[in-house]
């Protein structure tokens, strides 16, 4: 009998080692379709259990990804819908709205942004390749007065990470900066801060 349970046994054995290399194989293939699916989060002004912060309830929808890790005790990192992510940061382009740099500059704080702060090539590269080529956009630098550059988010101006147009600035009753391209590509222009032109905001990502 016991030597007729042998082969018995090896076949259960085998079926189980087979349910758990599935079972095991299902979880992870579960762990990365979580890990790795974007998640459109519907919070509206209304919505009581919104887990948005008072600043970022204005945009009635976030778009989110699994960041992976809880270090942070954070699990997810989100933009507003229709918001280009970039490294930390979210990025929105006005297509419709030319105004004052002034009036861009507050309509990206009614957004709990800010205008667009360049701090690399690979920002400028990125951002650049979703904007016309057409269009000027405001960015967040401005020279209160003797060429003394500011970023709007108090962070340093540091030359050596500038991307001036050959030539650029060069009026200092131009205050103001947008990004445009010229046959040479995309670079810096001061212009007028009254004139109009569009903008691009930009703000941290929202962690949940
Ligand atoms: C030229 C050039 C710029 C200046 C703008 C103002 C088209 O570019 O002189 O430096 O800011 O004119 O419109
Ligand atoms: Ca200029």
Partial sequence: ??????????????????????VVSIL????????????????TMDNPNGRLSERHTNHSSISC?????????????????????????????????VASWKKSKGKCSSMGAHLLVIHSKEEQDFITRILDKQTAYFIGLRDPGHRQWRWVDKTPYNKSATFWHKGEPNNENEQCVVINHRPAGWGWNDVFCNHGHSSVCQMNKIYL
């Fill in 1 to 22: 009998m016991a030597h007729e349970r042998q082969p018995q046994g090896k076949g259960v054995c085998w079926t189980l080692s087979l349910w758990s290399v599935a």
């Fill in 28 to 43: 992870l293939l579960s762990a990365c379709f979580i890990a790795s699916c974007v998640l459109t989060y519907q919070l």
């Fill in 65 to 97: 990804v699994s960041v992976g890790t809880m270090v942070s005790g954070k699990a997810w990192s989100c933009c507003p819908k229709d918001w280009k992510s970039f490294g930390p940061n979210c990025y929105f382009i006005s297509t419709t709205s």
